[in-house]
Structure formats: C-alpha cells, structure tokens
C-alpha cells in the first residue's frame, strides 16, 4: 500500500469511530429522556390513585354519616273483643244412622229409592219378587177357612152331644193352629217389602235390581240429620268449667270460613282411664245446608272472653322465650317496646302493657330493626 491510500483508510476509520460514537451518545441520550418521561408519568398516576382513594374515603364517610331509612308497614293498636278456645277435632256424624238388612230371602223386584233421597218412617224403599210369598198365603188362609168351617160345624153337634169333647177340642186347635199359619204368611209376605225404619236420607245403596237377597244382606244406610253431633275427648282439666247448654263454634276444615254453631249436649260422668279423657258430645244447631255428615271439624269451646280489650296483629310480636316486644313508629323511627300478652285468637293478641289504642306498631320489616332506627312507612 502507498502512503497515500494508507492515509485514505485512517483517515476514512477515524470518521467511522467518529459516527459509532456519535450514535451511541444519541441513542443513550433518547433512552434516559424515555425513562424520564415514564418516571414522571407514573408519579402523576400515583398522586391521582391517592387523591382518588382519599375521595372515596371522603363520599363512604358521608354515607355513613347519613343513615337510610327502612322500609315498613304499620298497623294500629285496636280494642275489641278476644277469647280464648278449647280446641279440638272430630267428624259430624249423623245421631240416628242405620244399617237396613234382609230379613226375606228373595231376588229384588223393585227400587223405589236413591241415594241422597229423603223418606220418611214406614216408606217402601225396595220390593222383593212376591210370588211365592203370595201362593203360601192362599194356601194357608185356605187351611184357615176350612178349619173355621169344620169348627161351625161341630159347635152345633157338641149342643146336640153328637160329637165327643175331644173331637172338638181337636178341630178347635186345628182352626188356632190354621191361624197362627196365616198370620205367619202375612209377616214373610210383609218382609219382602223393604221399609224405611225412621224418617231421614238414604246415605247409601248396596243393593241392585235383580240381585238375589239372603237374610242379613245390607240394603240401605238410612241416616237422620237433624241433629248432627261430634263427639270429642278432653283432659279432664280442660272439662271442669264446662257445663251442658254452654255455646260453641264448629268450623269445618274443608273451609275455614265455613263455620256455624253448636252447644254442648252431654258430658260424660266418667274419666276414661286408658286416656284421662272425659267424652264431650257437641250438637250442631241448625248448621248450613252445605254441611254433610263425616264433614271433619274443628270444634272452639270458649274458655275466658274480654270483650274490651287492646289488640295487636300477632305478626307485630317479636318473641323472645318469656318476653315479647314490638316497635312503635315516632317520628319517623321505630322504638323498641316491651309488651306483657294476654288471650290470643287467630291473627290478634292482647295487649295488656307496653302500648296504647292508636299507637302504631310495625308489622312487616321489623325483623332488622333497632331501637331508635330511621324507617320509611310503605
């Protein structure tokens, strides 16, 4: 190489030491200004998170401060009349129910009756096929007609003395013995007529025309409805105050709405020992025609009455083991009240301290309340 190109390349290296270097310098200047801007960015973050934050506490503290009202229905304190009830259960039944069976054998000519029918005492429900009944009969009451004749006969003979006492005594006995057979006739003839033993209902029919009927068969259940009783067993604790003639009311389960009147007919004189219950019979006194007998009932024998007492909804108690307590509105806050309870009958109790008649007590949304909290009445 000649000096003059070795003059060339240094010089031409020295220029690229010179541009490397210069690059560098730019590149390492672009990358702390970079790091700079980010650093001031994120301080700027940072301070604006705790200003956030610092806000939030602020607004939460507010809140707090400002307590929300509860929503609550309310009821007012009322006076009228409560009692207190012996309760119990049993099935209206018919006092006066039957069973009417065969006493004939024979196949069933005639229905006369239905189920639900009324009838009355004596009345014909059904007719057995008569025809043998009826041949028996001529012929017995034949027997019978000769027997009288031959009987005439004799009498004027044994006047005469033409005819021994013995021979009379006989055809006497024939003619009594020719009765008895036709009076026995006449009954089987009269069993094939089946009759109704007591005025009431036709509750059920067993039998079916054409059937073949032996003595005993079941025909009929024959009930009277008046009156319906229900017959109901208490501890005998509960029985002392009662007396016959006292009031009582029957609902029927089907429908609670659904109740009329009854009054105690009889109590029974004794405990039963198995038990240590006394029989109670209640009667129904003129209940509603919609009632049938085997209605199951539920059976209110009033024990105390006060007729002018203070009332409250049995939803506004809150109970707690032997004390109870409920929440009065004033001034747009629930107080917390103790209250002593006296009777209770469906949805009201006795109030008997702790509130008075207009006051308002809470009876729905009371179970998150405290004492003295702001509520919102709906």
Aim: proline share 3%; glycine share 6%.
């Amino acid at each position: 190489m000649t000096k003059k190109a070795r003059t060339r390349f240094r010089i031409i290296s020295l220029i690229a030491l010179l541009a490397i270097a210069t690059g560098t310098v730019l590149w390492v200047s672009a990358q702390s200004a970079e790091e700079k801007n980010e650093s001031e960015a994120a301080e700027q973050n940072s301070a604006e998170a705790v200003e956030q934050v610092a806000e939030n506490d602020a607004e939460a503290e507010a809140e707090e401060d400002e307590e929300v009202p509860v929503p609550v229905e309310v009821a007012e304190v009322t006076t009228g009349a409560i009692a207190s009830y012996i309760s119990a259960t049993a099935n209206l039944v018919a006092e006066d129910q039957v069973k009417v069976l065969a006493e004939a054998e024979g196949r069933v000519e005639r229905l006369k009756v239905e189920e639900g029918d009324l009838v009355t005492k004596g009345q014909v429900l059904a007719i057995l096929v008569q025809d043998e009944a009826k041949i028996a009969k001529s012929k017995v009451e034949l027997k019978a007609s000769n027997a009288s004749a031959a009987l005439e006969r004799a009498k004027g003979t044994s006047e005469q003395g033409l005819i021994s006492a013995e021979s009379y005594d006989q055809l006497q006995m024939e003619y009594d013995v020719a009765r008895q057979e036709v009076a026995e006739a006449e009954w089987r003839l009269a069993k094939t007529v089946i009759r109704a033993p007591f005025s009431g209902r036709i509750t059920e029919r067993f039998i079916t025309l054409g059937q073949h009927l032996r003595p005993g068969d079941e025909l009929f259940t024959v009930a009277d409805y008046d009156p319906l009783v229900a017959r109901i067993y208490l501890p005998e604790r509960d029985v002392f105050e009662l007396e016959e003639g006292r009031e009582v009311r029957i609902t029927l389960a089907a429908n609670a709405e659904f109740s009329f009147t009854g009054r105690i007919r009889q109590i029974a004189p004794v405990v039963d020992t198995a038990t240590g219950t006394v029989k109670v019979t209640v009667e129904a006194v003129q209940p509603p025609a919609g009632v049938r007998p085997g209605a199951f009932v539920s059976i209110g024998i009033v024990r105390e009455q006060h007729p002018t007492a203070l009332l409250l909804p049995r939803e506004s108690v809150i109970r707690e083991l032997r004390a109870a307590h409920v929440f009065v509105t004033e001034d747009n806050a629930a107080v917390k009240k103790a209250v002593e309870l006296g009777l209770e009958e469906g949805d009201m109790v006795e109030v008997l301290s702790g509130v008075a008649e207009g006051d308002k007590v809470v009876i729905a949304g009371q179970g998150g309340l405290d004492d003295g909290q702001r509520i919102k009445i709906l």
